[in-house]
């Protein structure tokens, strides 16, 4: 089956503590993004990428990276300068080429620093 | 910077009730909109999408939206909804880069 898989599903994290959220998928897709959740906020954009080895901030990238060394993945790495960590986050991946494409939605991790 | 607002934070409908959840999008730049469905403990997934053409767009699950451009808006509908509608939608616009800009979503309570 083709799709987008994220691992964990639920991580805790403590204080001061990085984390690596994985992400992977099989459809063949240029482009990858991360998005973050909270309630009542809708997704916000971490980051993205359209090509392997490049990769762009979002709207709310300080306190996170990124590397895109190969097209299926794009591990979101959340470092000890996140503030405020604990969300649901969610990878996204879509086509390039040929005009505008949807995107699709990975599971989701549940971040929870304690 | 582009936005998308979602007014409605929490909508409770009955059974077979008509729905309308708004929509309203900044002004400039092409206009690429998109209706995500969040139903509790699944994916996101899409439920229409506009680029161009006719501004009725009919989506899955009987849901359809309009596209009103003077109004900046892209207001989603379903003339019943079922119990199994129960979720979270997001409004979304496709940014320069192929990034998507969501509304804050609507939480969708159908009783039965």
């Known amino acids: 089956d083709g799709g987008i898989t994220q691992s964990p599903k639920y991580l805790f994290r403590k204080e001061g503590q990085n984390v690596t959220l994985s992400c992977e998928q099989n459809?063949?897709?240029?482009?990858m993004y991360w998005y973050r959740q909270d309630p009542g906020q809708g997704l916000r954009l971490i980051y993205y990428?359209?090509?392997?080895?490049?990769?762009q901030k979002g709207d709310i990238a300080e306190g996170y990276s990124v590397s895109r060394e190969k097209k299926e993945s794009f591990p979101l790495t959340v470092t000890s300068a996140q503030k405020n960590p604990t969300a649901f986050y969610l990878c996204?991946?879509?086509?390039?080429?040929?005009?505008?494409?949807?995107?699709?939605f990975g599971p989701g991790t549940r971040l929870t620093v304690l | 910077a582009q936005s998308v607002s979602q007014h409605n934070h929490h909508v409770i409908l009955s059974e077979a009730a008509s729905l309308e959840l708004g929509c309203n999008y900044s002004y400039g730049g092409t206009v690429n909109l998109f209706w995500y469905v969040q139903y509790p403990g699944q994916h996101l997934q899409l439920l229409l999408k506009y680029f161009s053409g006719d501004p009725l767009v009919k989506g899955i699950k009987g849901f359809e939206a309009e596209f009103i451009k003077s109004k900046f808006s892209f207001n989603l509908r379903k003339p019943s909804v079922q119990w199994s509608d129960t979720a979270e939608y997001f409004c979304?616009?496709?940014?320069?880069?192929?990034?998507?800009?969501f509304g804050s979503g609507t939480q969708l309570t159908v009783l039965p």
């Open positions: 459809l063949n897709h240029d482009a």
């Open positions: 979304a616009r496709k940014g320069s880069a192929r990034q998507l800009t």
């Open positions: 990428s359209q090509i392997v080895n490049d990769f």
């Open positions: 996204a991946s879509s086509l390039v080429a040929g005009g505008v494409h949807e995107q699709f």
